[in-house]
């Protein structure tokens, strides 16, 4: 044996894993940044923790958020928040200085990449109110637009029926605003219990067009948060007795829309669970309890 | 008795020689070639030894070969040399496998055990694969479990990583890859794996093309999106056998070499039909054109390089890549209008005029190389 050359290698594996675990430990020392306790609404738990097919045994929890603006009835779709503005945008690390009159703008805005920022995400806050009662003035609008015959009454119910559910089972987590630096947003939302701060990725569009009642709006540039990094959430062994039962053995990896199919039949969620996340933003679960409408 | 000494003292020298298996192995190709070519010559009566020259020439050639292939298994005969190539596939797919089977072995026993027996497994599984390279090493003087073995440990160190960011919920970043780009590069060096030496240098070409996009601002992921990332880290690549020397690693140079400018033309290439890919603030046409010309003069540069220092492999990717360039900017500027038949018939052409060039420059380096 050239011990050698085996002790190089088996140390370089035995300090990367070190260092990693180093860094776990890190994450999770001292006091956490976040502690809250979410639901099933929020945080679904599926089969699977990316890997292939129904093979896999793992379960995770996959962290879900809604976006100010962002309704899942496509007429009312817009393109992200009105607080995530140009000057927001600049903020975050982009150049905005090209006029946005320019012949050029459109081609050089819609260039633009992805960026890795904090995004601070509300539960049942105000901006969850907001949200919802937006999705009922929807409802009210497009019901005055089956009066004017502009829209069937088929679409509306459709409507009303997606907004009973919602009500009762789309997550209350909303995101309220992003940055570059976490100690900053944590001072301005400082209730670890109401306020997650965990990187997301954002990006930037470049909007001009018509509205849908055919007026003009001028260009216009308008940031969405497209996901947050760390959406899925390892559940460790001790927690699969309790929550392997509302998988229904369905996978993330197979159908993505399958596994939340409990969202899509209006029931009240089945379990909460508390989450911390530490030093470096990232989450575990520290507890899973069972409500009422499990049994 | 002094006989035996020399003998033996002939086999230390050679063994020195042969410091690695590649240098024993050129070594006997030499002979071969050279063996024809005096048998050539002897035909050709131009050159005749003695019977007592010829014997004792065969003989050393003989003791050399049955030496390299004790100490080194080499090929010493064509029909070895095809083997070997065969093993060498077999090899690599047997590790694909392999590699494959601890993947979905890990997701199948997942949700079955506790963290801390999920963490040993995956700090284990590396560490065992290593030290059956050492082992397999000790067993075998050709490479080709070692390698296995060598692509299996890779695996295991990538998932390793992987799952690791699964369990604890780690953000994605791409520093993993100058991990794995590491390991890969440490065993290739180790074990003198050249498949693992390529796996090494994707990694660290995810990696240097990753951060030159974080230095932009931009999440990491996306370095894809702005292929101007990877020429920098491919003239890094390139140009890493002429800052450190491999005298004990012949063939890794070639495959640096080869890998980096492939990666450049590769880039330059999309970047010359996607302009609004690039990071420059220009109108995408005149990026294109811009991107063109540098395919064109890089391509032709590369066959340039590969002729002047004798690396034919960088003649020969110069020359597909010149080619490509051509091809597709013909495909621009008239698949659209021109008859199909026109337009092959004129690729045809193209093909005979390039032929034509090829050859007359060949002839000329013919002529400086006979002056």
């Given at each position: 044996?050239?011990?050698?050359?085996?002790?190089?290698?088996?140390?370089?594996?035995?300090?990367?894993?070190?260092?990693?675990?180093?860094?776990?430990?890190?994450?999770?020392?001292?006091?956490?940044?976040?502690?809250?306790?979410?639901?099933?609404?929020?945080?679904?738990?599926?089969?699977?923790?990316?890997?292939?097919?129904?093979?896999?045994?793992?379960?995770?929890?996959?962290l879900?958020w809604q976006s100010p603006n962002m309704r899942?009835?496509?007429?009312q779709h817009e393109s992200g928040p009105a607080w995530f503005d140009q000057a927001k945008l600049e903020a975050v690390g982009y150049d905005c200085s090209l006029p946005l009159?320019d012949?050029?703008a459109a081609l050089y805005y819609n260039r633009q990449l992805p960026r890795e920022v904090y995004v601070v995400l509300e539960?049942?806050?105000?901006a969850?109110?907001d949200w919802?009662?937006a999705?009922?003035?929807?409802?009210?609008?497009?019901?005055?637009?089956?009066?004017?015959?502009?829209?069937?009454?088929?679409?509306?119910?459709?409507?009303?029926?997606?907004?009973?559910?919602?009500?009762?089972?789309?997550?209350?987590l909303v995101a309220i605003d992003v940055g570059k630096d976490a100690?900053q947003l944590?001072?301005q939302y400082?209730?670890?219990?109401?306020f997650i701060i965990t990187r997301a990725q954002v990006r930037l569009a470049f909007k001009e067009g018509?509205?849908?009642?055919?007026?003009?709006y001028p260009p216009h540039l308008r940031g969405s948060v497209t996901h947050v990094l760390?959406e899925?959430?390892?559940?460790?062994?001790?927690?699969?007795?309790?929550?392997?039962?509302?998988?229904?053995?369905?996978?993330?990896?197979?159908?993505?829309?399958?596994?939340?199919?409990?969202?899509?039949?209006?029931?009240?969620?089945?379990?909460?669970?508390?989450?911390?996340?530490?030093?470096?933003h990232?989450?575990?679960?520290?507890?899973?309890?069972?409500?009422?409408?499990?049994? | 008795?002094?006989?035996?000494?020399?003998?033996?003292?002939?086999?230390?020298?050679?063994?020195?020689?042969?410091?690695?298996?590649?240098?024993?192995?050129?070594?006997?190709?030499?002979?071969?070639?050279?063996?024809?070519?005096?048998?050539?010559?002897?035909?050709?009566?131009?050159?005749?030894?003695?019977?007592?020259?010829?014997?004792?020439?065969?003989?050393?050639?003989?003791?050399?070969?049955?030496?390299?292939?004790?100490?080194?298994?080499?090929?010493?005969?064509?029909?070895?040399?095809?083997?070997?190539?065969?093993?060498?596939?077999?090899?690599?797919?047997?590790?694909?496998?392999?590699?494959?089977?601890?993947?979905?072995?890990?997701?199948?026993?997942?949700?079955?055990?506790?963290?801390?027996?999920?963490?040993?497994?995956?700090?284990?599984?590396?560490?065992?694969?290593?030290?059956?390279?050492?082992?397999?090493?000790?067993?075998?003087?050709?490479?080709?479990?070692?390698?296995?073995?060598?692509?299996?440990?890779?695996?295991?160190?990538?998932?390793?990583?992987?799952?690791?960011?699964?369990?604890?919920?780690?953000?994605?970043?791409?520093?993993?890859?100058?991990?794995?780009?590491?390991?890969?590069?440490?065993?290739?060096?180790?074990?003198?794996?050249?498949?693992?030496?390529?796996?090494?240098?994707?990694?660290?070409?995810?990696?240097?093309?990753?951060?030159?996009g974080t230095?932009r601002g931009l999440y990491w992921l996306s370095?894809?999106e702005r292929?101007?990332?990877?020429?920098?880290?491919?003239?890094?690549?390139?140009?890493?056998?002429?800052?450190?020397?491999?005298?004990?690693?012949?063939?890794?140079?070639?495959?640096?070499?080869?890998?980096?400018?492939?990666?450049?033309?590769?880039?330059?290439?999309?970047?010359?039909?996607?302009?609004?890919?690039?990071?420059?603030?220009?109108?995408?046409?005149?990026?294109?054109?811009?991107?063109?010309?540098?395919?064109?003069?890089?391509?032709?540069?590369?066959?340039?390089?590969?002729?002047?220092?004798?690396?034919?492999?960088?003649?020969?990717?110069?020359?597909?890549?010149?080619?490509?360039?051509?091809?597709?900017?013909?495909?621009?500027?008239?698949?659209?209008?021109?008859?199909?038949?026109?337009?092959?018939?004129?690729?045809?052409?193209?093909?005979?005029?390039?032929?034509?060039?090829?050859?007359?420059?060949?002839?000329?380096?013919?002529?400086?190389?006979?002056?």
């Amino acid at each position: 044996m050239n011990w050698r050359r085996l002790g190089v290698s088996v140390g370089f594996l035995v300090l990367t894993n070190a260092v990693v675990l180093a860094g776990v430990a890190y994450n999770r020392s001292g006091e956490p940044d976040v502690e809250i306790t979410l639901t099933e609404r929020e945080v679904p738990v599926s089969l699977g923790t990316g890997g292939p097919n129904d093979e896999d045994t793992g379960l995770a929890l996959h962290l879900r958020w809604q976006s100010p603006n962002m309704r899942w009835h496509s007429f009312q779709h817009e393109s992200g928040p009105a607080w995530f503005d140009q000057a927001k945008l600049e903020a975050v690390g982009y150049d905005c200085s090209l006029p946005l009159s320019d012949l050029d703008a459109a081609l050089y805005y819609n260039r633009q990449l992805p960026r890795e920022v904090y995004v601070v995400l509300e539960y049942e806050g105000q901006a969850w109110a907001d949200w919802l009662k937006a999705w009922g003035e929807d409802l009210l609008s497009a019901s005055a637009k089956v009066a004017a015959g502009q829209l069937s009454q088929q679409n509306v119910d459709k409507h009303r029926e997606g907004y009973e559910r919602v009500s009762i089972t789309a997550a209350r987590l909303v995101a309220i605003d992003v940055g570059k630096d976490a100690v900053q947003l944590r001072q301005q939302y400082p209730e670890p219990h109401r306020f997650i701060i965990t990187r997301a990725q954002v990006r930037l569009a470049f909007k001009e067009g018509k509205t849908e009642s055919g007026e003009d709006y001028p260009p216009h540039l308008r940031g969405s948060v497209t996901h947050v990094l760390t959406e899925e959430i390892h559940v460790p062994y001790e927690w699969h007795s309790v929550l392997t039962r509302f998988t229904e053995g369905r996978s993330s990896y197979k159908n993505f829309q399958n596994s939340f199919a409990w969202q899509g039949d209006p029931k009240e969620p089945r379990y909460e669970i508390t989450l911390r996340y530490g030093k470096r933003h990232e989450p575990w679960i520290t507890a899973v309890r069972l409500l009422p409408a499990a049994s | 008795m002094d006989e035996s000494i020399a003998q033996t003292s002939t086999k230390r020298a050679e063994s020195r020689e042969a410091r690695d298996r590649t240098v024993a192995q050129h070594r006997v190709d030499r002979i071969h070639a050279f063996q024809a070519e005096l048998a050539q010559l002897q035909g050709e009566g131009l050159l005749a030894l003695s019977v007592e020259q010829h014997q004792r020439l065969t003989d050393h050639h003989t003791q050399l070969m049955r030496t390299f292939e004790e100490q080194f298994d080499v090929d010493t005969t064509a029909g070895q040399k095809q083997l070997s190539l065969g093993l060498r596939i077999v090899s690599f797919l047997g590790a694909l496998a392999f590699a494959a089977s601890v993947l979905f072995f890990f997701y199948r026993i997942w949700g079955l055990i506790s963290t801390p027996v999920q963490l040993v497994i995956l700090i284990g599984a590396p560490l065992v694969a290593v030290v059956g390279m050492e082992w397999t090493k000790r067993q075998e003087q050709s490479p080709y479990f070692t390698s296995l073995i060598g692509l299996v440990a890779f695996a295991a160190c990538v998932i390793n990583l992987n799952l690791f960011g699964s369990i604890f919920n780690i953000t994605p970043s791409h520093n993993a890859f100058l991990v794995w780009g590491a390991f890969a590069l440490l065993l290739a060096y180790s074990y003198d794996l050249k498949l693992l030496l390529v796996a090494g240098m994707i990694c660290v070409l995810t990696y240097l093309s990753a951060t030159m996009g974080t230095w932009r601002g931009l999440y990491w992921l996306s370095f894809g999106e702005r292929p101007e990332n990877f020429i920098p880290a491919g003239f890094m690549l390139f140009f890493i056998p002429a800052v450190i020397p491999h005298q004990h690693y012949r063939d890794f140079p070639r495959y640096y070499r080869l890998f980096g400018m492939l990666t450049v033309l590769l880039a330059v290439l999309i970047l010359s039909h996607w302009g609004e890919g690039s990071y420059l603030r220009i109108a995408a046409h005149h990026i294109e054109t811009g991107y063109q010309l540098l395919g064109f003069v890089l391509a032709g540069l590369s066959m340039w390089i590969g002729i002047r220092w004798g690396w034919p492999a960088l003649t020969h990717l110069g020359s597909t890549f010149f080619v490509i360039d051509l091809y597709t900017k013909f495909y621009d500027w008239w698949w659209e209008w021109m008859p199909k038949y026109l337009f092959f018939l004129t690729l045809g052409l193209m093909a005979i005029l390039l032929m034509v060039i090829f050859k007359r420059l060949r002839a000329q380096l013919t002529k400086d190389a006979l002056a």
